[in-house]
Each structure stands twice: as structure tokens, then as C-alpha cells.
């Protein structure tokens, strides 16, 4: 049934054809036959009958030119509409459709196939090395392979994701890929016919529903590890004051000016370390807070620079802090201002660990705050700028969004920066970064001072 | 000199707090936990007890309670290795006298077991 319809069709349409063409070629012949007649019944001159034989065939020209016009305007209006139907349909759906001649290495592409992948063409082709350059890395075999597999008929058809990088684009969009083969009367495949569907938002919800149901989850382990860490610290204090104590009772014991005495010093030195490091782990995995209060900036920052220190040391970065003295008090949630200090550190450590895997001495975060007055109105200025990969000009536009990340999903969620934006601008403040892709990024958290 | 009650499971606790206190001149008992406690503190006239919230067996504030309901002027003194926003609040529900955040030194020790008899009048 599927076959016959269309043989239905084109035959209708040749038997229409036929009776127009007919229909010309009788009034034709009439035209010829009698026309000539009765010129000559009607004129004696030769002269006039010349002229008048002219206007005939001007006549002749005008009916014919009207008449083709009236028969090929609509097919081509008709021809029009089709291919703009069938573009606004791909703009639609979002999709593009190509095909590839057989022994040739050109792609034949639709407008829409183009608009996609941001490319410009007059011809509508496009060499298929350009398309392979475009294709994620990991997947460019797998896309040749197919090719080959419907050109040698070994296939028939063939349906496959692939992740392409739109030319001039940072980030990649995800393509649903549908190709068959066409063959001749032989049997031999003529070419392969393909559309591509974008379906970088469809995958990107998915993914977002899928991080609803982790986050929920996550929600719940950082409760149970806000949970945990108060009941470690006090497992970790109980004997960290033992340690201490009788750190200082050998000193009480010994000589002041002695070995053991010294040795005895910096063992309830070293406690206080641990219990200060407890302490800050506890109040930063603290259930968030609902109340401001009066904190100072300094105390926050060197708070979140002891919980980084010992990764950072870990991974060779090198940290250097510029804090203002004297900064006063700010009323503030003074846990949510770490867990911005704490983001933006964290972001600039995966950006340099990215960068360099090892030890390098550009591997470095500059940690500054600084109070300034302007228009009479206090302000606290925290930046922190790292000379890792940088933030292109495309990934900056999207950076605040929630759910937008640029790391492997196991490492993070695309929550960090749109929840340090949404504290930041509770606080009244500002967030903003400058960053030169492959140099530098520099966040700056400014906050202003109600006292 | 006074009468001190150091409760605490943490043995390490028990014995420097006692080595600190006794340095001092004060009489020092301890005992790890609140069964332990309420017997020391049925025999003696304590002047101070310094208690861990967490005990085994009957908790820390238990404890206080039992000891407030018999002796309401004793000063007590409650220990904690986790605070939270809430132990000063705690330590006013349950009428305690001060807190202590684990780990503290000796100086801070003896400065607030000073600063609390002292207060109390006791062993002065």
C-alpha cells in the first residue's frame, strides 16, 4: 500500500501533464493552420500581410511566455513552501537532515543542519572532515564506522548519540542521529540520508531530574554528617584534652628549660591545633544558620583557610592570604560567608588542579580581603583569584545558573556558584569574577557593612 | 580548699583534672559515671561538681537533676566536647552553673573553678 500511493500520484500527475500539453499542441496547430488563412483572406498587400505576420508571432511569443508562467509560477511557489515548511519544521523540531553520495567525501545538508552547528554555507555543503572535527573526540570513530557500515550496505540503518561542539562553541551539544542508505535499481547504495535531533535540553532535564533525586539524597547525608561531626568532635576533644593535660603535666614535671619540657610545649600545641580544626569542621557542617550576627571577616577567612590548608598542600598549591587588619565586625551569616570563601577556594582548586596535575609555581590562589568605605556605607571586599584554566566568554554567561557545571558530574553538582550568588545577594551584596580563558579567574564577594 | 566532683567517663580526664585540682589544694574525687557520682555526692559535702554532658548509662543532665532536686545550691559545672549554639541555653535549663568546651587548658581550668567558687562563696 505504502508503495502504490506514490506510483498513484505520478501517474495522475503525467496524465494531467499529458491532457495540458495536448490541449497546447491542438490550439497550436489550429493557430498555425488558420490564422495563416485568414491573413490571407483578409490582407492583399504583402506589406501588410509582413507586419501583420509580425504582430502574429509577437502574439504568438506573449500567449506562449503568459501561459508558461501561469504553468511554472505555482510549481516553483508550491516547490517554496515546501522547503520552507520543511525548514521551519527542523527549526522547530530542532533538527537537520543530510545526506552523503556515495564515493563522495561532501555532505548535503539542510539549512536548519547548518543553523546547528553554527557553520555558514551558500552551497549547503560541507567537506565531512569539517563535520568529524566537530564531533566529540571519543566518538568520532564510532560516527566514521557507521558511515562506512550503511555506504557498504552492512547496515541499513543506524541511530546513535554523539556529542558535537558547534563551531565557535565552548560547550557540547548532544545530537540524536538517524541514518538509512538508499540504493539503486542494482541493489547498490547510492548515498546515506540522515537527520540529526538536538536533544541537548531534553538530556540536560534528565540529568536535572536525576540531580534532584541525588541532591535530595545529598541533602540528607550532609544532615547526618552535621549529625556525625558534632558526635566526632566530641569523641576527638574527649581525648584531645587528655593529650593536652598530660602534655601539661610533664611540663609542670620537668625543667623549663629542658628537652622534654619543649617537647611537652608543643605537644599541647599541636592539640590546640586539632581541636581548633575540629572546631571549624563543626561549625561548618552545622545546620545553616537563620539568624545574622556580628562576625568578624578575618576570623571567617583564616576559619576556612584551616579546613583547605592540608588539601592544598596535598595538591601543591600554593596559597597566599591578604587580610586587612582592623576590618570591624559585619552583621552577616557568618556560615554562609565561609561556604562562599569555601566555594570559590574549592573552584579554584579543581581549575589549577585541571591545569597542572603536579607541582608548578604558577599553581597558585591569591586570597585577599580588604573594608573600604564608599558613599558613606561600610564594605567588605573578599576576591580570590586563581591562575588556573579560566572561564571563556560563553561558560561566563551561564556560570551563576544553577544546575551549569563544567566538571565531570561525579566531581560536581552546577550548585556551588548559584548558591554562593543567592547568599551573596541576600547579604546585599555583589558577586562577580573577571577571568581570561586560560589565565586567570578572580571572583570578588562584596559585602556591605550595616555598622 | 573545697570538695570537687569531677564526673567524667574519659579517664584521662578524671586522672589530669585530678592531678590539676590537687595541685591546688582542693580535695578531688571523680568518678565515670552518674551511678558512680550520686554516691560520691550522698557521702560528701561537695563544693563543686564538674560534669560531662555525655555519660554512660544515665546521661550528664540526668544527673544535674538528680543533684539540683537534693542540693539546688550546689554550682555545677558542665562539660562538652561539642558545642552547639544551645549549651548555654542548656546549662540554664538545667540550672548549671558554667560550661566547659573540651579541650581546656589548666590555666583556663583552674581560672574558672576559681572564678566559680569564688562566686559561690565556697571554699574561700
Known amino acids: 500500500m505504502h508503495e502504490k500511493k506514490p506510483r498513484n500520484i505520478n501517474f495522475n500527475a503525467k496524465l494531467k501533464a499529458f491532457r495540458i500539453t495536448l490541449i497546447y499542441f491542438v490550439l497550436g496547430c489550429v493557430w498555425i493552420i488558420f490564422s495563416d488563412k485568414i491573413v490571407d483572406n483578409l490582407f492583399v498587400h504583402s506589406k501588410d500581410i509582413i507586419t501583420v505576420s509580425i504582430l502574429k508571432g509577437l502574439f504568438y511569443v506573449v500567449t506562449t511566455s503568459a501561459m508558461v508562467y501561469t504553468l511554472i509560477y505555482p510549481s516553483f511557489m508550491k516547490l517554496k513552501q515546501n522547503e520552507e515548511r520543511l525548514h521551519r519544521s527542523q527549526k522547530i523540531a530542532n533538527s537537520g537532515s543530510w545526506e552523503i553520495n556515495a564515493d563522495s567525501d561532501m555532505l548535503l545538508a539542510s539549512d536548519h543542519f547548518f543553523?546547528?552547528?553554527?557553520?555558514?554555507?551558500?552551497?549547503?555543503?560541507?567537506?565531512?572532515?569539517?563535520?568529524?572535527?566537530?564531533?566529540?573526540?571519543?566518538?568520532?570513530?564510532?560516527?566514521?564506522?557507521?558511515?562506512?557500515?550503511?555506504?557498504?550496505?552492512?547496515?541499513?540503518?543506524?541511530?546513535?548519540?554523539?556529542?558535537?561542539?558547534?563551531?565557535?562553541?565552548?560547550?557540547?551539544?548532544?545530537?540524536?542521529?538517524?541514518?538509512?542508505?538508499?540504493?539503486?535499481?542494482?541493489?547498490?547504495?547510492?548515498?546515506?540520508?540522515?537527520?540529526?535531533?538536538?536533544?541537548?535540553?531534553?538530556?540536560?532535564?534528565?540529568?536535572?531530574?536525576?540531580?534532584?533525586?541525588?541532591?535530595?539524597?545529598?541533602?540528607?547525608?550532609?544532615?547526618?554528617?552535621?549529625?556525625?561531626?558534632?558526635?566526632?568532635?566530641?569523641?576527638?576533644?574527649?581525648?584531645?584534652?587528655?593529650?593536652?593535660?598530660?602534655?601539661?603535666?610533664?611540663?609542670?614535671?620537668?625543667?623549663?628549660?629542658?628537652?622534654?619540657?619543649?617537647?611537652?610545649?608543643?605537644?599541647?600545641?599541636?592539640?590546640?591545633?586539632?581541636?581548633?580544626?575540629?572546631?571549624?569542621?563543626?561549625?561548618?557542617?552545622?545546620?545553616?544558620?537563620?539568624?545574622?550576627?556580628?562576625?568578624?571577616?578575618?576570623?571567617?577567612?583564616?576559619?576556612?583557610?584551616?579546613?583547605?590548608?592540608?588539601?592544598?598542600?596535598?595538591?601543591?598549591?600554593?596559597?597566599?592570604?591578604?587580610?586587612?587588619?582592623?576590618?570591624?565586625?559585619?552583621?552577616?551569616?557568618?556560615?554562609?560567608?565561609?561556604?562562599?570563601?569555601?566555594?570559590?577556594?574549592?573552584?579554584?582548586?579543581?581549575?589549577?588542579?585541571?591545569?597542572?596535575?603536579?607541582?608548578?609555581?604558577?599553581?597558585?590562589?591569591?586570597?585577599?580581603?580588604?573594608?573600604?568605605?564608599?558613599?558613606?556605607?561600610?564594605?567588605?571586599?573578599?576576591?580570590?583569584?586563581?591562575?588556573?584554566?579560566?572561564?571563556?566568554?560563553?561558560?561566563?554567561?551561564?556560570?551563576?545558573?544553577?544546575?551549569?557545571?563544567?566538571?565531570?558530574?561525579?566531581?560536581?553538582?552546577?550548585?556551588?556558584?548559584?548558591?554562593?550568588?543567592?547568599?551573596?545577594?541576600?547579604?546585599?551584596?555583589?558577586?562577580?569574577?573577571?577571568?581570561?580563558?586560560?589565565?586567570?579567574?578572580?571572583?570578588?564577594?562584596?559585602?556591605?557593612?550595616?555598622? | 580548699m573545697s570538695k570537687i566532683l569531677v564526673v567524667d567517663d574519659e579517664k584521662s580526664i578524671r586522672i589530669t583534672f585530678r592531678i590539676f585540682l590537687s595541685e591546688e589544694g582542693h580535695e578531688v574525687f571523680v568518678a565515670e559515671d552518674a551511678e558512680t557520682a550520686l554516691k560520691i555526692f550522698n557521702e560528701q559535702d561537695l563544693d563543686l561538681i564538674i560534669t560531662d554532658i555525655v555519660l554512660r548509662k544515665m546521661s550528664g543532665l540526668d544527673f544535674i537533676k538528680i543533684v539540683k532536686a537534693e542540693n539546688p545550691n550546689i554550682p555545677i559545672v558542665i562539660m562538652t566536647g561539642s558545642p552547639e549554639i544551645n549549651t548555654a541555653m542548656e546549662v540554664m535549663k538545667y540550672e548549671a552553673s558554667d560550661y566547659i568546651i573540651k579541650p581546656i587548658s589548666k590555666e583556663k581550668l583552674l581560672e574558672k573553678v576559681k572564678s566559680i567558687l569564688k562566686t559561690f562563696n565556697r571554699g574561700l
Request: aromatic share 8%; net charge negative.
Open chain 1, 115 to 451: 543553523h546547528l552547528l553554527n557553520l555558514n554555507t551558500k552551497t549547503n555543503l560541507i567537506s565531512i572532515e569539517s563535520i568529524i572535527d566537530l564531533i566529540h573526540e571519543h566518538e568520532r570513530e564510532l560516527f566514521l564506522k557507521t558511515i562506512s557500515d550503511l555506504m557498504t550496505d552492512k547496515k541499513k540503518k543506524a541511530e546513535m548519540q554523539y556529542r558535537i561542539k558547534p563551531q565557535g562553541k565552548d560547550e557540547f551539544f548532544c545530537f540524536n542521529c538517524i541514518a538509512e542508505n538508499e540504493h539503486d535499481k542494482n541493489g547498490k547504495v547510492t548515498k546515506v540520508l540522515g537527520v540529526m535531533l538536538d536533544i541537548t535540553q531534553i538530556r540536560r532535564l534528565e540529568e536535572e531530574r536525576n540531580l534532584m533525586k541525588d541532591q535530595s539524597w545529598n541533602q540528607q547525608k550532609l544532615e547526618s554528617i552535621g549529625t556525625l561531626a558534632s558526635g566526632i568532635a566530641h569523641e576527638i576533644n574527649n581525648p584531645i584534652n587528655g593529650i593536652m593535660n598530660y602534655g601539661q603535666i610533664i611540663q609542670d614535671s620537668t625543667e623549663s628549660d629542658s628537652e622534654i619540657n619543649r617537647y611537652a610545649k608543643d605537644i599541647i600545641y599541636e592539640t590546640n591545633r586539632v581541636s581548633e580544626i575540629v572546631a571549624n569542621l563543626l561549625e561548618f557542617s552545622r545546620q545553616p544558620e537563620k539568624q545574622v550576627s556580628f562576625a568578624r571577616f578575618e576570623d571567617i577567612v583564616f576559619k576556612t583557610l584551616s579546613l583547605v590548608n592540608t588539601v592544598f598542600k596535598h595538591d601543591n598549591i600554593i596559597l597566599s592570604a591578604v587580610v586587612d587588619e582592623n576590618i570591624p565586625e559585619c552583621k552577616c551569616k557568618s556560615q554562609q560567608i565561609q561556604q562562599v570563601i569555601m566555594n570559590l577556594l574549592t573552584n579554584s582548586r579543581d581549575s589549577l588542579n585541571e591545569k597542572y596535575p603536579g607541582y608548578h609555581e604558577n599553581k597558585k590562589i591569591e586570597l585577599e580581603c580588604h573594608g573600604f568605605v564608599k558613599n558613606n556605607i561600610g564594605y567588605i571586599s573578599v576576591s580570590v583569584k586563581d591562575f588556573g584554566m579560566g572561564i571563556s566568554e560563553e561558560v561566563g554567561h551561564r556560570i551563576f545558573d544553577p544546575f551549569f557545571t563544567t566538571k565531570d558530574r561525579s566531581k560536581g553538582t552546577g550548585l556551588g556558584l548559584s548558591i554562593s550568588y543567592g547568599i551573596v545577594k541576600e547579604h546585599h551584596g555583589e558577586l562577580t569574577f573577571e577571568s581570561q580563558k586560560g589565565e586567570f579567574t578572580k571572583f570578588t564577594m562584596i559585602i556591605p557593612c550595616e555598622n
